[in-house]
Structure formats: structure tokens, C-alpha cells
């Protein structure tokens, strides 16, 4: 079955302690993103890459570091997580570039205390 | 700056009926726009995508329209059932000179389909 899949689905954490929230694409996308959600926000783009070794910023990178090492894999680290990055995660691909749909993952809800 | 804008008053209608949802843009000419749905907890899922070379797009009940011009996309849901229950999420895609992979999201408009 064709899925992006992040693990974990939920999280409880401290503030400061470093946590990796993976995605994985079983599909051979090119194309992968991170976004979080959050309510009156809406989708805000926090990272994206175009392809294996090539990643850039959204629109909202402080804090988040991601890297693409391999085409399936798409992990968000936070090295420090405070309070303000309690969120609803959502992981996303999509197969070329302009191709313009995106295949989301189920979400993970972040809590930072 | 590039801005978004969606009703965020959630459209309650009756069964049968067609709903309308506006999505407007500023400060930039996307070369498509696109349109999801999402339900609660879940992530968003893609309905429809629209050129904007494009005046009008549909799929089986949903039919979208792309107002270059005013700067607006609306997003019509005809014979509206229960099931159709959700938020909807516009996405306004980049310009033709801008990186493809940044890809912004309106906030959304929920609609509540009653029977």
C-alpha cells in the first residue's frame, strides 16, 4: 500500500530534550516536506526537499533541522524543543517536481512541557 | 508577503445542497492551486489541482474555479452528503519563478453537511 508513514504518533517531551520524528515514503518520491499545524494557522511549511542531499527552508525553520540522506527518508529533528513547538506534525511527498499533489502522512502530535 | 485567505467561519448546509467556499490570494500569481480535504486528526488528503491557464476544473461532485484575475479560487461541493463533512484546505502553488517546493496552505474552511 502506498503511505508515508511517521513515527511516533504521539509524543510527550521535556523541554531540551533532542527528538527525531521520522517519515518514511514507500512510493519513490522525489519530493518531501514537513509542515506542522496548528489551530488558527493553519499548514506551515517548515522544511522541504527536492531530492536526495537537497533540502531547503519553509516558512517556518527556527528550530528544526531535517536531513534526506536517503529518497525514502525524511526526518525532522529538534535538538532543543521548547513549549512553542507543541504542534501537530504532518509529513508529506509528492512524486516530481510541479507535479503539484502531495501524499500526507497521519500526523504526529508533538507536546513539548 | 504572500497571504492566504479563507473563510474561517465553518459553512453549515443541508443535505442536497451545494456548497461554495472562497479561497483568496495576494501578493503573488501562483501557477496552480489546489485543493484538499481534511478530517479531523488525519492528514490532508488532495481533491483537485488546478492550472492557471485554467478557468474550470471538476471531479464528479466537486468543481473548482480559478479566478486569475480577482486573485480567487472557489471550490463548489454539489448534492452535498453528510460524508462531505470536513475541513477544506486551499494551497495556492508558487510562481513559475519561485522554487517549486515551497508550498503555502490557507488555514481552511469546515463545512458541516447536515442531513
Known amino acids: 500500500e502506498a503511505q508515508v508513514t511517521q513515527n511516533p504518533r504521539y509524543l510527550i517531551t521535556v523541554t531540551g530534550k533532542k527528538l527525531t520524528v521520522t517519515c518514511s515514503q514507500n512510493m519513490n518520491h522525489e519530493y518531501m516536506s514537513w509542515y506542522r499545524q496548528d489551530p488558527g494557522l493553519g499548514l506551515r511549511q517548515i522544511y522541504y526537499?527536492?531530492?536526495?542531499?537537497?533540502?531547503d527552508k519553509g516558512d517556518v525553520p527556527e528550530g528544526y533541522k531535517v536531513s534526506r540522506k536517503e529518497k525514502r527518508n525524511f526526518p525532522l529533528i529538534l535538538e532543543s524543543p521548547s513549549p512553542n513547538q507543541t504542534s501537530l506534525y504532518f509529513c508529506?511527498?509528492?512524486?516530481?517536481?510541479?507535479?503539484?499533489?502531495?501524499?500526507f502522512g497521519e500526523g504526529s502530535r508533538l507536546t513539548v512541557l | 508577503s504572500q497571504k492566504i485567505e479563507q473563510n474561517s467561519e465553518a459553512l453549515n448546509i443541508q443535505e442536497g445542497k451545494t456548497a461554495t467556499l472562497t479561497c483568496n490570494y495576494t501578493?503573488?500569481?501562483?501557477?496552480?492551486l489546489q485543493w484538499y480535504r481534511q478530517d479531523p486528526g488525519r492528514g490532508p488528503v488532495f481533491l483537485l489541482l488546478?492550472?492557471?491557464?485554467?478557468k474550470e476544473k471538476r471531479k464528479e461532485r466537486l468543481k473548482v474555479t480559478f479566478d486569475t484575475t480577482l486573485k480567487q479560487s472557489l471550490f463548489h461541493i454539489t448534492a452535498s452528503q453528510p460524508a462531505d463533512s470536513a475541513t477544506y484546505l486551499c494551497?495556492?502553488?508558487?510562481?513559475?519563478?519561485?522554487?517549486?517546493?515551497?508550498?503555502?496552505f490557507g488555514a481552511g474552511t469546515q463545512v458541516v453537511v447536515t442531513p
Open positions: 494551497a495556492p502553488g508558487p510562481e513559475l519563478t519561485d522554487s517549486w517546493g515551497k508550498l503555502q
Open positions: 508529506a511527498s509528492s512524486p516530481r517536481q510541479g507535479s503539484g499533489e502531495l501524499f
Open positions: 488546478i492550472r492557471e491557464n485554467e
Open positions: 526537499s527536492m531530492n536526495v542531499e537537497v533540502t
Open positions: 501578493n503573488y500569481s501562483p501557477a496552480y
